[in-house]
């Protein structure tokens, strides 16, 4: 006799439990009652043949198998929400969802305003927005569309060049009133300094384009999170690194030695090429392509 293939809910009980750390958790998120949820794990493990948690004084604790079967279940979890977002429009209307990812610092400054008139224009269509530095895998479905600040590097990916994505140095003027700005490179070890706390590989590129240290023990102030990055520039805590085109919107934010450190990151807007017959994946692909390219020009003020 065949062995009986798991459905679908059995592996996204399975994700809830191993996300929300215990059966009760996982049923408030599920819409459904602790012993259901508790049937589930034991179909699933009968049908695999697998225990999958152990119980402790702690609660419910993975077992080797279930953690191993976590990343395939996640990318169940990816395709079976890309396929309801295909079934909930047709080909050739602009209705239903469509996944974008782009970094926290774009989704939060720069997306909405261009969003908006995109919905006003098309009221049937639903934005899913993940704010993430990490990449998502668009061949995973973990989105539809994604702005990222690197090429693409795998195949079957429809992918356009937007532009370069400016950054220098910053400093609010109620810093620059209290402390001064410094004049030469070498001054700005007198400063305080808003930077990194974990070195990423984006940050050694860095250090090679710009000859510059970027040592995190030189910082007054040290955050992963470029959001909060910008909020103690805003706030006049002291120097940081900041989008060209972020920073032009705010007149208290003054250039730091411009003409010695400044850089740039490529820009993509990138969909899967499977998509490309989807009116409504394709209008908000041609939505983002305008709208950012706009940004970069500095042109927001004529983003429609």
Not at 147 to 169: E, F, W
Not at 173 to 189: I, K, N, S
Not at 226 to 255: E, K, N, S, Y
Request: aromatic share 4%; glycine share 6%; proline share 5%.
């Amino acid at each position: 006799m065949a062995a009986i293939e798991p459905a679908w809910d059995l592996y996204r009980t399975l994700l809830a439990v191993l996300e929300h750390g215990s059966l009760s958790a996982a049923a408030r998120v599920l819409g459904l009652t602790q012993p259901t949820v508790g049937r589930q794990i034991e179909a699933l493990e009968t049908q695999l043949g697998l225990p999958l948690f152990t119980r402790s004084q702690t609660g419910l604790l993975p077992t080797d198998a279930a953690r191993a079967l976590r990343p395939q279940a996640e990318a169940m979890r990816a395709n079976a929400a890309a396929l309801l977002r295909l079934a909930q429009g047709s080909a050739d209307e602009v209705r239903g969802a469509v996944r974008i990812t782009v970094s926290e610092m774009v989704g939060i400054e720069l997306l909405p305003p261009l969003l908006t008139p995109l919905r006003e224009q098309h009221p049937l269509l639903v934005l899913e927005l993940v704010l993430s530095d990490q990449l998502q895998n668009l061949l995973q479905r973990d989105a539809d569309i994604a702005v990222r600040m690197s090429p693409p590097t795998q195949d079957a990916l429809l992918a356009q060049k937007v532009g370069t994505v400016g950054l220098g140095l910053y400093a609010h003027r109620d810093y620059a009133l209290r402390h001064g700005l410094p004049q030469r490179l070498d001054e700005l070890a007198q400063h305080a300094l808003i930077g990194f706390d974990t070195e990423l590989p984006y940050i050694r590129r860095l250090r090679e384009q710009l000859s510059l240290p970027l040592n995190r023990d030189e910082f007054a102030a040290r955050c992963d999170n470029t959001l909060a990055q910008l909020a103690l520039l805003r706030a006049g805590f002291g120097i940081a690194f900041c989008q060209h085109g972020i920073a032009a919107r705010d007149p208290a934010l003054l250039p730091v030695l411009q003409a010695e450190i400044g850089f740039g990151f490529d820009t993509w807007v990138v969909m899967h090429e499977d998509l490309r017959g989807s009116r409504r994946h394709r209008v908000v692909f041609d939505a983002l392509l305008q709208g950012i390219k706009k940004h970069l020009n500095g042109e927001d003020d004529k983003i429609e």
